[in-house]
Every structure is written in C-alpha cells, then in structure tokens.
C-alpha cells in the first residue's frame, strides 16, 4: 500500500507517535510524516506509507495554514504553553488597534529566530536537549515567508489569529516576537493546523477512526495530482526506469509544459516516480519501487 493519511492529530501525542501508532495499525513496512507538529498542536499530519515516504520531503514544502491562540503579557521559556512562564508583564497600554498593526507588520518575507526549544541541531545534538541543561546558544536566523496572517478575534490578554505560513516557519516564535514588539511578552497557548497545500483538515481523520477502517488513505498517484503529468513509451520509459534523463520532446505531456517537477508515468497512466523539468530535459528526481524493475507484459 503506497498511500498517505490524512490525519488529525490529537493534543499531547507527538508527531512519530502518530506516526508509530498509524504504522502499526495498518501494518505497513515503512512509515514517516511530511511535517512535524508539536504535542500541543493538533490538526493535519500527513502520514505516508510504504513508497510515499520517498515523496514525503516533495508533501512538506507545502505552505501551510493554522488557527492559533496567543496569550499577551506571559512569556515562556519555550514560547508555547508547554514550558515554563519565565516574566509576566502588565498589558495595560496594549491596545486591539497596536495588535493589529503589529500582526501587519509581520507579513510577508521575515527573519525568524528558531526557539532554543526546538529540534533543530547544533553539532548533532537538537537545541531542545542543550536547553533542557540551561544552555542557551547562538542561532542563526531563518528566512520564512508569513502569506497570510488575519487577526480574527481580540479579547485581551487573548488573541487569536488565522496564518498561512512557509515551510520552516515557527508559529511559536511567531507569538513571541508579537509579543516583543508590543513590549509585554506573549506564547502560543493553542494551535490547529488546518491546511497542506491542497490538503485539508476536513479530510483529515483520528486514530481512532483509522482502527476502524481504511477510510481516509489516498493512494500515492492522487495525493501528487497537483503536479503535471509526463507519459513515456518505448525505449524512453527505459531510460527513465533507469534513472536517466529524457529530452522534453520524447514526452507525452499531459497538460503544458513548465519548468518544475513533474509526475513521471508510463502510456497506461501508472506512476512511476517524480521528475524535474528544466530547461528542456526531464530528470528523475525519485523513483517508486514498482517502477524500477519492469515487469514480463512491458517487456513483451
């Protein structure tokens, strides 16, 4: 089974939990995610099973949108409602008018501070474990693109906001640099990722829902749709079986032809992997397993 879940995690169950608990259930051989979520988030973790792993990379650039909940005036040493509040500051002179302009400000390209509790790695050991011994080290800055970022209700100390956000992009230190250029401190206290690309939470579905049957999977070639289709025949689909390139010329293109990756398939429509078009040649960027080995019909 070379599939993905769309599933909707549960507050306080990390990520590779999920994983591990999806994996088990539906007794596949391999199992990751495109995309990790913190214990306290909940919302749309896609799984992938089997082959899609190969694709989960390609799954997790995807922007991605969340509804959060931020609370002003507290700030915490992991910048969420998890860790520990290290200064309270009164929000008397914060007003609904300074938050909105604030949250304006934080729109389009910015550079992002990565928390210290995150698993980022420093010479091979992730920042959280250097953090949880009290040592606090130098980062570098990330550069993150913040789409959209909607103010949606204000009931101070209360603010909850909707954003569509890059790859790489820390919701929690979102909340805190708010918080920090309003002057009282903030954390994240709820987050709820709502969308992946074209995938959505309302497609999404529990664990529990998973233990009672095979709803909610999607097969390999449907969750890579959004990319343009390429076709080959003859000693081309060879050639690319083999991890070769191929001129643009010698494909069947299904649609226009655009510079990006591509769905690689042969002449009845089977997927046989991802590829890149660039200027004129299409290169393998990643072939599934069943496209490798051809099989006796092809070869007749």
Known sequence: MNAVVLLDKEQGM?????????????????AGHAGTLDPLATGLLIVCLNEATKAA????????EY?????????????????????????????????RACAESMRGVISQLPPMYSAIKMQGEPLYRLARKG????RKPRTVTIGELEVEEISL?????????????YIRSLCHDIGEQLGVGAHMTALRRTRIGPFRLDQGIRLSQLAEGRQGIIP?????????????????????RHGNAVAVTDAEMC???????????????????IGRAAEGTITVVRLFADAAVPTMKEEA
Not at 74 to 92: E, H
């Open 14 to 30: 990390t990520s590779h939990d999920a994983v591990v608990q999806a994996k088990r259930l539906l007794r596949v051989r391999k």
């Open 57 to 64: 990379n390609l799954l997790a650039d995807f922007d991605k």
């Open 67 to 99: 509804a959060v909940t931020m609370l002003l005036g507290v700030s915490t040493d992991t910048y969420d409602a998890d860790g520990s509040i290290i200064q309270q500051r009164p929000i008397d002179g914060v007003t609904e008018d300074a938050v």
């Open 135 to 138: 040592i606090t080290v130098e």
């Open 157 to 169: 100390p209360v603010v909850r906001m909707r954003v569509v956000c890059s790859k790489g992009t």
């Open 220 to 240: 390999l070639a449907s969750a890579l749709c959004h990319l343009p289709a390429v076709r080959f025949g003859g000693l081309w689909l060879q050639r690319i």
């Open 255 to 273: 649609g226009p032809c655009v510079d990006g990756l591509v769905r690689l398939q042969d002449q009845e429509g089977t997927l046989l992997g």
